[in-house]
């Protein structure tokens, strides 16, 4: 008789992180001080009462830090305003939508909408629009036939796209192959803080990356590996130090999610 003996194991594996910008830590999240001070176009650190406060809208001076405060404020006429809702706003495509803010990366043809309104990929029969539109579920490219969901670098590498054309892929010149890209191969410090788009659904799509100051290198974000003074910076924000003290605490999701990724491999003798 042949016995089925199922084992299940639980392997944690160290994968990649990807960054959800809809958990944006809020100010008041931000209980250490160098978190704060961090975010300094966003929030503002109050040295009598020790609380990170909001900068009002209309104080902050950048737009890329404009567009990325959830539902506070957005990027218009050149001005950081407060948020009302995404019809409010005008814009006739998507990145002209996504300009003014993040949350808002729709378009009936006249004004922004939020995410709700993305389209499907599928539900776009042309090759300009389709190509690198961001769908809900994550950024489209046209096939030849018909505009699908990319899902890996290597498809980048076909006939109808630019070979190798998505920020978050890199052409490896030795082997022609159209790859995903690594911190590591970000040059300098401001490239590297900016992280790498992936495939993920919109708004989670990014490998955060942190400069390391001994070895003068891009890393990959790990919460475990951070210190208070890289944690909330190269998590794009959606990381903190859960501790006023600098050498006590740890690098934890404004959001406190699972982050470990749990595979169970059944194996039948
Ligand atoms: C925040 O920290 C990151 C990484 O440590 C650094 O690159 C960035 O310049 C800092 N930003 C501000 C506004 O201090
Ligand atoms: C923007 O919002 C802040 C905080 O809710 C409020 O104090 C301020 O008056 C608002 N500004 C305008 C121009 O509506
Ligand atoms: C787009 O939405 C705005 C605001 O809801 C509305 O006034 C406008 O008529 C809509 N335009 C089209 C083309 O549907
Ligand atoms: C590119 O086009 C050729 C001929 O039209 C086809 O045989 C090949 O499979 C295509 N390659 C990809 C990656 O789509
Ligand atoms: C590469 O992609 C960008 C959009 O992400 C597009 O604007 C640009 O035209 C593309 N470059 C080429 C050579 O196709």
């Known amino acids: 008789m042949i016995e089925k003996i199922a084992i299940a194991l639980c392997i944690t594996i160290v994968t990649s992180i990807t960054l959800n910008l809809n958990e944006i830590c809020q100010c008041s999240q931000l ?54 809702n995404c019809q409010s706003l005008l814009g006739s495509t998507q990145s002209i939508c996504i300009n003014q803010n993040i949350y808002c990366p729709a378009s009936n043809g006249t004004n922004c909408q939020s995410v709700d309104y993305l389209q499907t990929c599928a539900s776009i029969t042309t090759s300009n629009n389709c190509n690198y539109y961001f769908s809900a579920a994550g950024v489209c490219m046209w096939n030849g036939q018909s505009c699908v969901q990319a ?78 003074m890289n944690c909330y910076g190269s998590s794009a924000g959606t990381y903190h130090w859960n501790s006023k003290k600098e050498k006590k605490g740890d690098c934890v999701s404004c959001y406190q999610q699972f982050l470990i990724l749990s595979i169970i491999i059944t194996m039948l003798f």
């Open 151 to 228: 899902t890996s670098c290597s498809q980048f590498q076909g006939n109808s796209t630019t070979s190798c054309n998505f920020s978050g892929c890199q052409l490896n010149y030795q082997t022609k192959q159209c790859q995903p890209k690594l911190c590591s191969q970000l040059n300098g410090e401001i490239q590297c803080s900016q992280g790498i788009l992936t495939f993920g659904p919109y708004l989670n799509n990014i490998i955060g990356c942190y400069w390391n100051y001994e070895s003068y290198t891009c890393e990959e974000f790990y919460p475990s590996q951070m210190n208070y």
């Open 31 to 84: 209980i250490q001080e160098y978190d704060c001070i961090n975010s300094s176009m966003e929030c503002s650190w109050n040295f009598q009462s020790k609380e990170c406060q909001d900068i009002p809208c209309s104080e902050i001076l950048f737009s890329s830090f404009c567009i990325q405060q959830s539902q506070r404020c957005y990027w218009a006429n050149g001005q950081c305003q407060n948020f009302t």
